[in-house]
């Protein structure tokens, strides 16, 4: 099946995958199974060994890679593992330069895990300074997530990557936010794109996975190279049922988006907002680039209250559509207080100055009726203010 030419509605639900040859299935069966039959030694069907080749996981790799753009993907068991794996393909001592916003687990990956093993790593706010600067000669890889988490800064990937090109840099950005229906990185000049597929792309709260996408065969080959010879595959149950979940992705991240919208004007409206964080507000400072280099946002609301971080606790706690967990991206709503949860083990002091105030709250807002969301909201607000 030719997905090319394809609006990306239509390849997330057709994109990599066509009906299964012997019966005609429309759906991609799960091929569980660790080892493949040989009609005679060294010879195969192309299938030897399923860490190395897995039906079900290629379908969710061409479907991943043709969305974003890419010729190939590289699925493994959860976007840490992903993310592992892109470093995993430097040289000994490379040097990597980082946002400064990055998903927790990344910077803990980086920091606890890569330095130990001799990767060097800067971190930068890539979102503001001279990015000649930032991004010196030597430089292997450069790593952005854009919008950051949770104050969705927005960075100019086209200008990053035109900086990455002219050092011999590889550019990676984790897209895991902003999904290929809104934003497409290699189209911009990035080099590989990772998902934490837990998120969106998957979208059902049921699964953890990741993938790497890439336009290089030279870059595929190594991560190829990288998950076989590592093992940090996801199972073919797993890649199933994100395969499934991305089929709604187009539907499921226009319903965010407007319910987030619903959700700003209300949020607009209150006196006890002090802040509010959507890069495609016009008076957000991430305004220009976000509307240069996406075409929509999805469910991710930051927003800023006049409260104490005993009421904000408060608040969070007592919302009754809204879920108290931490993660994303799924269709129900989760609430998240960073100064309590996510970024609890970053000093008082240097939360604030990073803009992580007591009453800062990050909403993943989910596909429910928005009317149920902002009454739900309303309440919680009535009950943290006591
Ligand atoms: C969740 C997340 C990750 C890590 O993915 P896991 O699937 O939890 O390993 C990486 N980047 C971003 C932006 C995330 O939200």
């Known amino acids: 099946m030719s997905d090319d030419n394809h609006r990306i509605a239509t390849q997330v639900i057709h994109a990599g995958q066509s009906p299964e040859p012997r019966t005609g299935a429309v759906m991609q069966p799960v091929f569980q199974t660790s080892t493949y039959a040989q009609p005679w030694p060294a010879k195969h069907t192309g299938y030897e060994y399923a860490r190395t080749q897995n039906p079900t996981r290629e379908a969710l790799e061409r479907c991943v890679a043709a969305l974003e753009g890419g010729t190939d993907g590289v699925a493994f068991a959860s976007g840490l593992a992903a993310s592992t794996a892109v470093l995993q393909t430097l040289p000994e001592g490379a040097r990597v330069v980082c946002g400064d916003d990055l998903y927790g687990g990344t910077y803990r990956l980086f920091t606890q895990v890569f330095r130990k093993a001799g990767l060097q790593f800067a971190f930068a706010d890539l979102a503001a300074g001279d990015l000649d600067e930032l991004i010196p000669e030597g430089t292997h890889l450069v790593w952005i997530e854009t919008p950051t988490n949770p104050l969705l800064k927005v960075i100019d990937i086209a200008a990053v990557a035109a900086?990455?090109?002219?050092?011999?840099?590889?550019?990676?950005?984790?897209?895991?936010?902003?999904?290929?229906?809104?934003?497409?990185?290699?189209?911009?000049?990035?080099?590989?794109?990772?998902?934490?597929?837990?998120?969106?792309?998957?979208?059902?709260?049921?699964?953890?996975?990741?993938?790497?996408?890439?336009?290089?065969?030279?870059?595929?080959?190594?991560?190829?190279?990288?998950?076989?010879?590592?093992?940090?595959?996801?199972?073919?149950?797993?890649?199933?049922?994100?395969?499934?979940?991305?089929?709604?992705?187009?539907?499921?991240?226009?319903?965010?988006?407007?319910?987030?919208?619903?959700?700003?004007?209300?949020?607009?409206?209150?006196?006890?907002?002090?802040?509010?964080?959507?890069?495609?507000?016009?008076?957000?400072?991430?305004?220009?680039?976000?509307?240069?280099?996406?075409?929509?946002?999805?469910?991710?609301?930051?927003?800023?209250?006049?409260?104490?971080?005993?009421?904000?606790?408060?608040?969070?706690?007592?919302?009754?559509?809204?879920?108290?967990?931490?993660?994303?991206?799924?269709?129900?709503?989760?609430?998240?207080?960073?100064?309590?949860?996510?970024?609890?083990?970053?000093?008082?002091?240097?939360r604030r100055a990073l803009g992580l105030e007591d009453g800062l709250v990050r909403l993943s807002i989910g596909i429910e009726d928005a009317q149920d969301l902002i009454a739900d909201l309303d309440q919680a607000l009535r009950v943290a203010k006591g």
């Open 163 to 350: 900086r990455c090109k002219a050092i011999g840099a590889t550019l990676a950005v984790d897209n895991t936010f902003a999904t290929p229906i809104f934003q497409r990185p290699l189209t911009l000049g990035a080099d590989l794109v990772v998902h934490s597929t837990t998120k969106y792309i998957n979208g059902h709260s049921d699964v953890v996975g990741g993938i790497v996408l890439t336009a290089s065969a030279e870059l595929a080959a190594q991560l190829r190279f990288v998950q076989n010879a590592v093992g940090a595959v996801p199972g073919p149950w797993d890649t199933w049922l994100t395969l499934r979940g991305v089929k709604t992705l187009a539907v499921r991240m226009r319903q965010h988006q407007e319910n987030a919208q619903a959700v700003l004007a209300w949020l607009e409206s209150r006196s006890e907002v002090t802040r509010l964080h959507y890069p495609l507000r016009s008076s957000d400072p991430g305004y220009a680039i976000a509307s240069r280099q996406m075409s929509g946002f999805g469910g991710m609301v930051s927003v800023v209250f006049d409260l104490s971080l005993e009421q904000a606790e408060r608040f969070c706690a007592s919302t009754r559509v809204f879920t108290l967990a931490e993660s994303l991206g799924g269709v129900e709503s989760l609430i998240e207080l960073p100064a309590s949860m996510t970024h609890a083990s970053v000093p008082a002091a240097q």
